[in-house]
C-alpha cells in the first residue's frame, strides 16, 4: 500500500503542490491529472523516494519511503518515467522485465519465473500484441 498523508513539494518560493493526502490499495490503479508543469512528476519522484517532499510523508507498505533502501523501494514500485532516456532499444517484454530487476540476484538473470510473470503483467495491461 502507498500512502500519502499532507505531501506538499516547493522549488524556493514556488509551491508546486500542497495538501496531498491519499491511500492507494495494493494492485489498485490511480492516475495523476494535470496540466503541464503542474508537478504530476514531481509528485512520482517523491513517492519513489528520488525527491524529498517540503512537508509530508509518503509510506510504503507503512514504511517511510526515506528510510527504505532503494531496492525496497524498487520490489514494492516499479515505474518508468517518460522522460528518462533510454540508451537502446528494448522489447516491449524487456521493458516490463526491468520491474523485475530488483529481485534477481547479484549479476544475475531472470528466470522462468521472471518471465512468466512479465507475460502476466502483459496480458493484465491487454498489451501482450505488442511484446515483441
Known sequence: MIEL???AFAW???VLFQGVSLRIEPRALCGVLGPNGSGKSTLLRIVLGLL???RGVVRIDGADVRTLSRRDVARAIAAMLQDEPTLFPMTVTECVLLGRVARLPPHGFESREDLLAAERALDEAGVRALAG
Request: hydrophobic fraction near 20%; proline fraction near 11%.
Open 12 to 14: 524556493s518560493s514556488h
Open 52 to 54: 524529498a517532499p517540503t
Open 5 to 7: 498523508d499532507d505531501v
